[in-house]
């Protein structure tokens, strides 16, 4: 009985648009951890020639372009994560809505495929 009451009460966390919400979420708190470094780059970049053309040379690595993928990724999630929650707010929502927010992942993966072929 325990078990049952137990494997029920995660039942939520199986729903696609709780998935979605997890995404959002997590996509987010990346974005937030990839700031720093954004600044940091833009702080060399501002420093003079040496320091830019440093760090361009850094991000032709292939490491940085699929970092550089999975950022446009990040972003791209989030924003339509975003566009989730205001229609979630501001429109009428129902269960046939879990296909768009399906679609909205099919959209970020296309981006950063899109962007990966581009930086090629």
Known sequence: MRQRRLRNAAGHRRDPLWIAFLVHRLSGLLLACFLPLHF????????GEAESNGLLRWTANPLAKLAETGLVFLLTVH???GLRVLAIENLAWSDAQKQPAAL???AAACAAVAFIIAAA
Do not use: D, H, N, V
């Open 40 to 47: 940091l780059f833009l702080s060399l970049a501002i420093g």
């Open 79 to 81: 924003l339509l994560g």
């Open 104 to 106: 909205a992942l099919l």
